[in-house]
Nanobody, 131 residues
Framework: QVQLVESGGGLVQAGGSLRLSCVAS????????MGWFRQAPGKEREFVAA????????DYSDSVKGRFTISRDNAKNMVYLQMNSLKPEDTAVYYC????????????????????????WGQGTQVTVSS
């Protein structure tokens, strides 16, 4: 079982930056795709960014592409989300998420993961962007 703990949320003015961090424990970190999802009040949880288990590929939602950068440090069991040029519409609870690299049938789980099917979730961290 993977445990995920986020940190780094807070209140920032529009145009500012924040870096979210997530530390993982309980399993071999380098076997997991890692990502960030967010949920704004009254809205469905949505995909933000993801990175493969080796870090060789990333994916972003259109709404954050060019402003957010996901990275990971497998030696430290950490994944990060650097958020620049923040907008009020980025206000949400941000969740760290993880999924084992293979599905039960042996195929890659990458597309299932970025389509909204993580296996493990953190407790979330609040990001508030004021206008």
């Amino acid at each position: 079982q993977v445990q995920l703990v986020e940190s780094g949320g807070g209140l920032v003015q529009a145009g500012g930056s924040l870096r979210l961090s997530c530390v993982a424990s309980g399993s071999t970190f380098s076997n997991y795709a890692m990502g960030w999802f967010r949920q704004a009040p009254g809205k469905e949880r949505e995909f933000v960014a993801a990175i493969t288990w080796s870090g060789d590929k990333t994916d972003y939602s259109d709404s954050v592409k060019g402003r957010f950068t996901i990275s990971r440090d497998n030696a430290k069991n950490m994944v990060y989300l650097q958020m620049n040029s923040l907008k009020p519409e980025d206000t949400a609870v941000y969740y760290c998420a993880a999924r084992y690299k293979y599905k039960a049938n042996g195929n890659s789980s990458w597309y299932a993961f970025i389509s909204g099917e993580p296996e493990h979730w953190g407790q979330g961290t609040q990001v508030t962007v004021s206008s």
